[in-house]
């Protein structure tokens, strides 16, 4: 299973990104999939996540700015930002929880992350 976030790099403040996250491989069931960062000497954190009906929650510091979506039928995920500010440099990782067979567990996958600098 590989999670591979793309859409990071340089955003003037004020300005809307959009991130995207896909995953690819063999997987039996796909639940959860969500978007976390780390800012800069700070711990991860939840920006939301979506259960596979697409059903969406977002932490209380990213409901105004942040909007998700999902597309099942291409197991993806995105994360668009408006309105961009400084405190939103981080390095921006996906999340997917799911089965890799119908025998096995719950298991968590992550992606490398993608970085985001925004600059004033």
Not at 63 to 90: Q, Y
């Amino acid at each position: 299973v590989h999670v591979v976030e793309s859409g990071g790099g340089f955003v003037q403040a004020g300005g809307t990104l959009r991130l995207s996250c896909r995953v690819s491989g063999d997987m039996f069931a796909i639940g959860d999939m969500g978007w976390y960062r780390q800012p800069p000497g700070k711990e991860r954190e939840l920006v939301g996540s979506t259960t596979a009906r697409s059903y969406i929650h977002y932490a209380d510091s990213a409901k105004s700015r942040f909007t998700i979506t999902r597309d099942n039928d291409e197991n993806t995920i995105s994360l668009e930002i408006s309105s961009l500010n400084i405190e939103d440099t981080a390095q921006y990782y996906c999340k997917v929880s799911g089965f890799v067979s119908e025998f096995s567990g719950p298991a968590d996958f992550w992606g490398k992350g993608t970085l985001v600098i925004v600059s004033t």
